[in-house]
């Protein structure tokens, strides 16, 4: 399909009148865009599948074809544009593309066969990530592939020389070159010394430590055994070479020497930025996906008889910004798609009304049939550096776009109470139900149904023969079959399918939320951009519902991904790492006047002599040009790096309006504390900032159009027909428009469709479209009260009847909340336990303390929190204490007297007010790497008793009045210190300002239920809270029932931990009602040690594995335990007395009770069964980390190897961060081979992790299954036991137990040895 704009009149773009055709090019999955400029400057648009083998070769080639073909008026003369003939090139003046290729490459996992070359005792590390998984749930734990074929270490090491050269003169280092194996032939290996070794300032001003050159002989014989193997495609990626590159740039060139390879993509080079994992995968993708990019544009220029030599073709990155061709890599192609809808939306919606007046900020909204793709533009472009795409952590320049799994081809279900849209797809094919293949019922089947999508307007492109139109009797037979179910609740089908379009919208809403709120931005303040082909069928409806009074519809909305191509601006971009100080935090003493003047800008004559390289080699690579300097910055201690933009300067030119960048900033400190003010709501005070990155940003700029003109009104305009059409107040019979046939100055009121040649556009009921000069369309949205809004405050009582359609919203809308308190805890804490590990949980609370919505982060938190708020409810309001008020935040952390799980893990609780009463609850309970106790860290594995552990908070008031009470809590946090052989908290400014980021997580939460209260109302919300903790119950129920149907009522399992004592569970379940008895009768005493376990970790196990267990998305609170009754004997090991040592319990005893319920439910074999918790530190710092093992194997799956399972989902701290904040060097983190127990589905492998200090410190250790092995089941073999060792410098290596805490010294080791997972079902069956 095709439209043309020959009015010249209504567009102010600056078009290319040269003589030649310019074209740019969306090519999507399913179509393929086309956007051209002609030689008169009209504009003309056309669309065509993707795929059509049996017509042409390749889209976009064939779309180019077709436009020259009908509308070069020279070319009769010549021949014309035949099909199977290369097409000629001499009327083509540009052709710009954003392309698919490389992510299809990507999530189909069908790149080049690349090899990895890394740095010696890493070679799985980018297997293991992060070691988290993405689906706390799933015990299947999935994961996808990994992109490279072949692995090979690469006996090379440097480190940094931070904390081994600390107070040393040049005297006292060892600079001698280490020795290395004679030949490729050695079987001798040659230790590496740590801190011996020639020093050089690497590129970030850091001081590089070369412990180990790479050997050309050894390199190259890996090399060429990689190319025997038919690999031509080398990622590289050595441990620290963002700041020290040479090693890698070594093994590049004698890989480039020996020409075996087509592409050799080095991860310094690629991207060099600090984190191993993210740079190393970036390095992969660029390797697995060039080639294949390389690959489709070699056949594209084919299709042309110049191979496009003589044309200039330019591609999108994910950036935004067109590159040449020759400069296009996979790792920059990921978002290439996309990218141009966010161009297209930015420039043509963030301008000047014809009215005059500032821009509105814009949201971007891009709904494919798949997914939803959301942005956010207010004059300049935001970019990430950092995502996560397929599994793969790409490190480079991306714009902003959050993605959500709810699309026109969504499917659509009524499961356990509830509307349920997604995230499975019916994909093209089969398709909805409507495309006549025997499809799916999908969001795209409840437009056509509810009269929202027009058959008749629509292409005749369906059925088996694929010319049929949309089958609208099959849509509603479909609908019509859902209505005898109990959760449609007596609906029509046309109301079941209203009901499904406002939960999709509202899983829509979600992403905008979180991207404006989370951020500090009002999103009542926003205009919405709708594109993509399904958009603007949803956009007035999700407008209302988010409050924004404005949407915007460009006129080639469903090719503007293609259209922003046209004004896109070339960029090309330059980085440099760095570690330079910006301010100081400390004021300098009086007299001190070199520091004083230091301390304004310490880095200033650094930072402008970088800045003006990058500017020169930037400029360079562009003919004409604008740039604007960044920065990278970020606190000391934290990893929270902000973009800082030159100030004075913006990414986009507005003509004919003002200019609303921030200009009151006068220099990067100020742009930089302005913005990390407005996003986290404080400042860091006392905090260095320091600068991680210089990057320069050169740009010509793309074609911009100028403040719309005025308009005068036409008036609404005649109709081409008339239609029914559902909406909120019913059917409707509605006007029906063709948007070519709408001129600038007509107003359409809704409720009304106007139909585009590619897209569909509803205006909802209160909205107003009006045609601009530019023949786009702005809809004024009539923003009203949502029902139930008007009885607050009302003293009548009102009956809240439960419905499945807004249970299912207010579910989307109270697991919004709790996540975007999450994102606010992570961005604003300051410790590695929390920004790194994430570490923490954040969740919602009825006003009895009942759990509402917990954000899916760390399951041993699920249940605890619960017994926490409701201790203090009761704990504030009883024996005459003084209550709760507005304006307090109360903090706990005993496990035994106030559900707390260990003393690590503090709880931060704030109480939500509504007129003078507490109406809810929200509360964060985040792990602190040192609280005080007998060891650094706060996780000893030898303390028994629970003061030994660190400091204790039954009940304290860390808020009072709205002020936060430092001295109080700081004098709770050093109170251990006064016992003997204990020791306050070691990092009290870390504790404070953690704490006051949980503050400010509880702070958004109570913000944005304030804002659901005035929408809909307290008894609503209320009500809902109620019904969703109901629905949780329910399905939980129905588990229990159908299991005890297949299974029996009554089943038994134990289980025990490495010291003997055992974890027996019987369940007892009642057939009629699902209701179950959990009795740990026969569990053991509680121990003389600290892996006792507080009721409340055994409450988190529980919900966790019932969750688990479920397999279906259900909401996670405390209707989850409804159906429970416990029995836990007193002073057994799952419920000790009040003062026994607890830190093992929630991270040891607390897998061994999953373990536990599993079995019982014959599930699945056994994870690794422990958390592997090692601390260590001196007076200076405590840290702290959990380290991954196997996955136990399933009836249907293979264990994952070298991951978090069960009741944690911490993340490691990758190996250059661990390396440049703490005094130790990382030796080895990698698989344990064959670890993982035999069967017909294999457990997976646990992981080694080597570590050696850089200057005396205590490490401790607290691990399980150390004895007693992971089960197996139905004939499956047991995983391996862990092992922990100790190496000592003369090489005598000591098995260290379970549990340990000594003093190592330079030069020794710890190597933890995790456990793997139980095997399932005989080998003998494979």
């Given amino acids: 399909m095709a439209h043309a704009d020959n009015n010249n009149d209504n567009d102010n773009t600056q078009k290319m009148k040269d003589g030649t055709f310019h074209f740019s090019i969306d090519r999507g999955g399913t179509f393929t865009d086309v956007h051209c400029v002609l030689p008169s400057g009209a504009e003309l648009v056309t669309k065509l599948l993707s795929e059509d083998p049996d017509n042409y070769p390749d889209a976009p080639t064939e779309g180019i074809r077709r436009i020259l073909d009908e509308h070069d008026t020279t070319s009769s003369s010549s021949g014309g544009y035949p099909r199977n003939v290369k097409v000629s090139t001499r009327r083509i003046g540009s052709i710009r593309m954003g392309t698919t290729v490389a992510t299809n490459a990507l999530l189909e996992r069908k790149g080049e066969r690349m090899g990895l070359f890394i740095t010696k005792g890493f070679k799985d590390l980018l297997e293991i990530g992060n070691q988290s998984r993405d689906h706390i749930f799933d015990l299947t734990c999935q994961a996808p592939g990994l992109l490279y074929s072949k692995v090979v270490e690469i006996d090379e090491r440097v480190m940094l020389g931070t904390f081994s050269d600390e107070g040393k003169s040049p005297s006292q280092l060892d600079t001698t070159p280490q020795p290395i194996s004679s030949s490729s032939s050695s079987t001798t290996t040659v230790p590496v010394v740590a801190a011996k070794g020639p020093r050089s300032v690497g590129l970030t001003g850091e001081t590089v430590i070369s412990l180990r050159v790479p050997q050309e002989d050894l390199v190259k014989e890996a090399l060429k055994q990689l190319a025997a193997d038919g690999i031509k495609s080398l990622a590289i990626c050595f441990c620290h070479s963002y700041t020290f590159p ?211 307007y629509f292409p005749s492109i369906f059925g088996p023969n694929e010319d049929e139109p949309l089958d609208l009797e099959g849509a509603r037979d479909a609908f019509a079959k859902l209505c005898a179910m109990e959760e449609a609740s007596g609906r029509s089908a046309e109301e079941l399918a209203y009901g499904f379009l406002q939960v999709a919208n509202e899983a829509m809403c979600r992403p905008i939320r979180n991207l404006t709120q ?45 259209y922003g191509l046209s004004m896109a601006d070339a960029v090309h971009e330059e980085q440099e790492p760095t570690a330079e100080l910006y301010s100081y935090g400390t004021i300098p003493q009086e007299g001190d006047i070199n520091k004083a003047l230091l301390l304004s800008d310490p880095s200033a004559k650094s930072r402008e002599e970088r800045l003006d390289h990058l500017t020169n080699v930037a400029c360079d690579a562009l003919v004409k040009q604008g740039y604007s300097k960044d920065e990278n910055m970020r606190y000391q201690g934290t990893d929270n790096s902000i973009m800082v933009m030159e100030p004075g300067s913006h990414d986009v030119d507005i003509l004919a309006g003002e200019d609303t960048s921030d200009n009151t900033a006068t220099t990067y400190g100020e742009a930089f504390s302005a913005h990390y003010q407005r996003e986290f709501g404080f400042e860091l005070e006392g905090r260095d900032v320091v600068i991680d990155d210089y990057r320069v940003r050169a740009v010509v700029r793309g074609d911009t159009p100028m403040a719309c003109k005025p308009v005068a009104s036409l008036g609404s305009p005649p109709a081409i027909g008339t239609t029914q059409a559902f909406f909120e107040t019913g059917w409707e019979e509605v006007s029906v428009f063709r948007m070519e046939k709408l001129q600038p100055g007509h107003e359409i009121p809704g409720p009304a469709i106007i139909v585009q040649s590619i897209s569909t556009i509803v205006l909802e009921v209160g909205c107003t479209g009006y045609v601009t000069a530019d023949g786009d369309l702005e809809i004024d949205v009539e923003v009203t009260k949502i029902d139930g809004e008007e009885e607050i405050g009302s003293n009548k009582e009102v009956v809240i009847k439960e419905d499945p359609v807004k249970l299912s919203i207010f579910g989307h809308r109270f697991m919004g909340i709790a996540e975007q308190m999450g994102r606010t805890l992570q961005r604003t804490a300051i410790s590695v336990n929390m920004k790194e590990r994430l570490d923490f949980s954040c969740a919602l609370f009825t006003a009895d303390g009942g759990l509402v919505a917990n954000a899916p982060h760390i399951p041993v938190h699920l249940g605890a929190m619960q017994s926490a708020v409701r201790f203090q409810v009761e704990h504030w309001n009883s024996g005459g204490r003084e209550g709760i008020w507005e304006g307090e935040v109360l903090v706990s952390n005993h496990p035994q007297l106030a559900g707390g799980s260990h003393l690590p893990d503090i709880t931060v609780i704030t109480p939500v007010f509504h007129e003078g009463k507490v109406i809810f609850f929200v509360a964060s309970r985040g792990h602190h790497a040192d609280i005080g106790g007998i060891a650094p860290g706060s996780m000893p594995p030898h303390s028994m008793r629970l003061e030994d552990e660190g400091a204790m908070i039954v009940a304290f008031k860390l808020v009072r009045d709205g002020k936060f009470q430092e001295e109080g809590i700081t004098e709770i946090l050093m109170e251990p210190g006064k016992r003997p052989g204990n020791s306050g908290t070691r990092n009290l400014r870390d504790n404070l300002s953690d704490l006051r980021a949980q503050v400010a997580a509880n702070n958004s939460g109570i913000r944005l239920l304030h804002q659901l209260v005035n929408e809909h109302g307290l008894k609503t919300v209320d009500a809902y809270m109620k019904f969703i903790q109901k629905n949780a119950e329910v399905a939980v129920r129905g588990m229990l029932k159908d299991f005890a149907t297949t299974h029996g009522s009554k089943v038994h399992a134990i289980d025990y931990m490495d010291d003997g004592s055992p974890i027996a569970l019987t369940i007892t379940i009642d057939k009629i009602t699902g209701g179950a008895v959990f009795d740990f009768t026969g569990t053991g005493p509680q121990v003389l040690g600290n892996h006792n376990a507080p009721p409340a970790v055994t409450y988190s196990a529980v919900i966790y594995s019932l969750r688990s267990l479920v397999g279906q998305d259900i909401p996670l609170n405390q209707g989850c335990l409804a159906p429970i009754e416990f029995v836990i004997p007193k002073f057994c090991l799952l419920n000790p007395s009040v003062d026994a040592g607890v830190v093992g319990g929630n991270v040891l005893t607390s897998q061994r009770v999953v373990d536990v319920v599993l079995l019982a439910f014959q599930a699945c074999a056994a994870s690794q069964g422990c958390m592997n918790n090692l601390t260590f530190g001196d007076d200076r710092f405590g840290y702290y980390e959990t380290i991954a093992g196997g996955a136990g194997a399933g009836p249907t799956w293979e264990g994952r190897s070298g991951v978090h399972t069960h009741c944690t989902n911490t993340r490691i701290t990758d190996p250059e961060i661990l390396e440049r904040r ?105």
């Fill in 246 to 456: 040479h090693h890698e740039e070594l093994v590049g060139k004698w890989a480039q020497e020996l020409g075996c390879f087509t592409e050799i993509a080095m991860s310094s080079r690629v991207m060099p930025m600090v984190k191993m994992v993210p740079r190393g995968h970036t390095a992969c993708a660029a390797a697995y996906l060039t080639p294949k990019i390389t690959t489709y544009l070699d056949s594209f220029r084919r299709g042309f008889d110049t191979n496009l030599s003589q044309v200039q073709l330019t591609f999108m990155k994910s950036d935004g910004g067109l590159t040449p061709v020759d400069d296009f890599g996979g790792h920059q192609a990921i978002l290439s798609g996309p990218a141009g809808g966010v161009i297209g939306y930015a420039k043509t919606a963030f301008r000047p009304s014809a009215e005059g007046g500032t821009p509105m900020p814009v949201i971007g909204f891009d709904m494919g049939g798949t997914s939803t793709d959301v942005s956010r533009y207010d004059g300049h472009l935001e970019h990430v550096f950092e995502t996560v795409t397929a599994g793969v952590a790409i490190q480079a320049p991306q714009l902003d776009i959050n993605t959500v799994a709810a699309g026109g081809g969504s499917r659509l279900f009524l499961r356990n109470g509830m509307f349920v849209v997604g995230p499975e797809s019916a994909g093209a094919h089969p398709g909805p139900v409507c495309y006549r293949k025997s499809g799916h019922l999908a969001v795209t089947d409840a437009n056509v149904v509810l009269g929202r999508v027009l058959p008749e």
């Fill in 1222 to 1326: 703490y005094p130790v060097l990382l030796r080895q983190f990698a698989l344990r081979s064959n670890s993982g127990g035999s069967g017909n589905h294999r457990g997976g492998d646990g992981v080694v992790r080597e570590i050696e200090p850089l200057r005396p410190l205590v490490m401790s250790i607290l691990s399980e299954r150390r004895t007693l092995h992971p089960y197996g089941m139905a004939g499956g073999d047991e995983g391996a036991c862990g092992r922990n060792l100790l190496i000592k410098k003369e090489g005598i290596i000591v098995n260290v137990g379970g549990r340990c805490s000594t003093s190592l010294d330079v030069g020794e080791k710890l190597r933890i040895e995790t456990p793997g997972g139980g095997g399932y079902g005989t080998s003998e069956n494979c």
């Fill in 518 to 562: 989370m951020k500090g931005f009002d999103i009542t303040t926003h205009k919405l951009a709708c594109f993509g082909g399904a958009g603007p069928q949803h956009a007035c409806a999700m407008a209302k519902a988010l409050g924004m009074s404005k949407v915007f519809v460009h006129r080639y909305g469903g090719v503007l991904s293609a």
